[in-house]
């Protein structure tokens, strides 16, 4: 059975400051997603990552995949506050689309 | 852009009714997926649909839950008898193919007293 892990489960941040969501998975995958959540909202694609060693940057989050660890990092650069939100990691558990979600990270970015 | 609608946004209903949640996918879209999400709680996988049938579902989908594309737009969830458990936010996604990213609507919180 695929599990997905995130730590931290809760993150408050002052704003500017960098930190990183972390994302395991247990078994093999070919893609990892990356999404957020407000409150009250639907889920918003940020990134999907295919390949061992995929890097992708958007502003100020950037997030990376390592298939033979099972860990993907969402690293966030000089939070502001509209980057509060739900971070979520999803990983396939086959060719489709049966995503199996993290437990999610709520970040809070206080001025 | 493009976007999946789900309808209502919220709906209230009493323990053993039976509810419809309706969802209208991405027009040139051919998988669709329903998840849930109990308050709190991580995203849960329901069904997914190709094809006019389903292609795989969770544990979670048992014979309460059942699916249909009734015409050539909407794509329909329906709980044949609602438990308190059922309460939780309903998305609707749907994706171009079978491993293509998936894009959701804004979600029916569904409500059992």
């Known amino acids: 059975e695929l599990k997905v892990e995130q730590n931290p489960l809760f993150l408050s941040m002052q704003e500017g400051k960098n930190y990183t969501i972390y994302c395991n998975y247990s078994t093999t995958s070919d893609r990892l997603y990356w999404y957020r959540q407000d409150p009250g909202k639907s889920l918003e694609s940020l990134f999907v990552?295919?390949?061992?060693?995929a890097v992708k940057q958007e502003g100020r989050l950037m997030a990376s995949l390592d298939t033979k660890a099972r860990l993907s990092t969402l690293h966030i650069t000089a939070a502001v506050h509209d980057l509060s939100a739900t971070y979520f990691c999803?990983?396939?558990?086959?060719?489709?689309?049966?995503?199996?979600f993290g437990g999610g990270t709520r970040l809070m970015v206080k001025p | 852009e493009p976007e999946v609608t789900q309808t209502p946004s919220h709906q209230v209903t009493q323990m053993g009714q039976e509810v419809i949640l309706r969802c209208v996918p991405i027009s040139n879209h051919l998988y669709f997926y329903w998840y849930r999400q109990i308050l709190g709680q991580k995203v849960e996988f329901l069904v997914s649909?190709?094809?006019?049938?389903?292609?795989?579902k969770s544990e979670i989908f048992d014979d309460q839950f059942s699916v249909e594309r009734p015409d050539g737009s909407n794509f329909t969830l329906k709980i044949r008898s609602t438990k308190l458990e059922d309460s939780a936010m309903y998305f609707c996604?749907?994706?171009?193919?079978?491993?293509?990213?998936?894009?959701f609507g804004n979600g029916t919180r569904l409500t059992v007293t």
């Open positions: 649909f190709y094809n006019n049938e389903i292609s795989e």
């Open positions: 996604a749907s994706s171009v193919t079978h491993n293509s990213p998936l894009h």
């Open positions: 990552l295919l390949s061992n060693g």
């Open positions: 999803a990983v396939n558990n086959n060719a489709g689309n049966m995503l199996t």
